[in-house]
């Protein structure tokens, strides 16, 4: 017999802060409007029914969907200024297969957030020096 303890409410309500922080402040910096629409309508971080093994809500579950949200954000967001490293991509590619582990899609490839692709230019934006002031 096995024993699992269950993740605290305090650890899901996080998972769901991740998730919305991928979601709705770091995917806007890379996608306009229509693509957005478009990716929420692929249900990202939905639970894929295809997955071996789903997500339970058992304290290591959570803690290996946080640490892999944490470093998806974290990738996302030191590339932002920079190119993509091979590391970038092994990082990366090695924690969205984490979170597909336990039924959450996140089929947006690293390239998406090429600096490049990056929408916001602060330096750039007359109206953001103008909202500061």
Request: aromatic share 10%.
């Amino acid at each position: 017999m096995k024993i699992a303890c269950a993740a605290p409410i305090e650890m899901e309500n996080y998972i769901e802060e991740l998730k919305e922080q991928l979601l709705y402040q770091l995917l806007p910096q890379y996608m306009l409007t229509e693509e957005l629409e478009q990716i929420h309508s692929y249900h990202l971080f939905k639970h894929n029914d295809q997955s071996n093994h789903l997500y339970n809500g058992l304290l290591n579950e959570a803690l290996q969907v946080i640490s892999s949200l944490q470093t998806v954000i974290a990738v996302i967001e030191s590339i932002q200024n920079r190119h993509i490293q091979s590391s970038d991509r092994e990082i990366f590619t090695k924690n969205i297969k984490t979170l597909e582990k336990y039924g959450l899609v996140f089929p947006i490839p690293i390239d998406s957030f090429m600096k490049e692709n990056h929408l916001i230019s602060y330096s750039q934006d007359e109206t953001y020096k103008d909202y500061v002031h």
